[in-house]
């Protein structure tokens, strides 16, 4: 997998509740942007409250997982970027995270070795392994917890793989964990 960014840390944004897409619910493409693109990723569902957590101790606070996508408005990035201002708007607006159905972290046979893809219109168009990850599941919620209490259902995006690309209306975009289907909607 090429690394298109390296950093010594996870670099971390937050999305608000009003981010959130779920239940196969279409995502209407927004009015601001020109560019929204797909960003493919694995998801975990916090189990546990938790505060400066351990990476030794860090699977015990997750116990779900999905493929989501993290929808970024690019050109809003590229502009607020260039100015020298935060980007949130560009990644945090409303519908901007989809998720798919959750499954339980023990159906899986490893987490730092499944496979997962995002097939648009019938065409894989981005697909990757958790091992070829540049920070562990459980790496990404010790560093998380340093800065932010970690609460029952929040939802972590842990990163995506090469392959980001434009969504367009009547796109169908279906996303799976091995050969599991787990996310399923339409762009409107």
């Not at 279409?26 to 960003?39: A, H, I, K, N």
């Not at 894989?124 to 800065?147: C, H, K, L, P």
């Amino acid at each position: 997998m090429k690394r298109t960014f390296e950093s010594s840390e996870p670099v971390l944004f937050m999305k608000p509740d009003t981010a959130l897409l779920k239940d196969g619910k279409p995502f209407f493409l927004p009015d601001f942007s020109e560019d929204v693109q797909y960003e493919t990723e694995l998801v975990v569902r916090v189990s546990r409250l938790g505060k400066n957590i351990a990476e030794r101790f860090a699977h015990r606070y997750y116990d779900q997982l999905t493929v989501g996508i993290d929808f970024t408005a690019r050109d809003l990035q590229k502009k607020q970027k260039e100015l020298g201002l935060p980007w949130e708007i560009a990644k945090g607006f409303d519908q901007s995270a989809a998720v798919g159905s959750f499954i339980p972290i023990e159906s899986v046979t490893a987490l730092q070795d499944l496979n997962f893809r995002l097939d648009i219109n019938g065409e894989t168009v981005q697909a990757g392994n958790s091992r070829e990850m540049i920070y562990s599941v459980d790496r990404i919620i010790a560093f998380i917890s340093r800065f932010f209490t970690l609460k029952i259902g929040d939802l972590i995006f842990t990163g995506t793989p090469a392959g980001v690309g434009p969504v367009k209306i009547n796109d169908h975009l279906q996303g799976y964990v091995e050969d599991r289907k787990l996310l399923d909607f339409r762009v409107k």
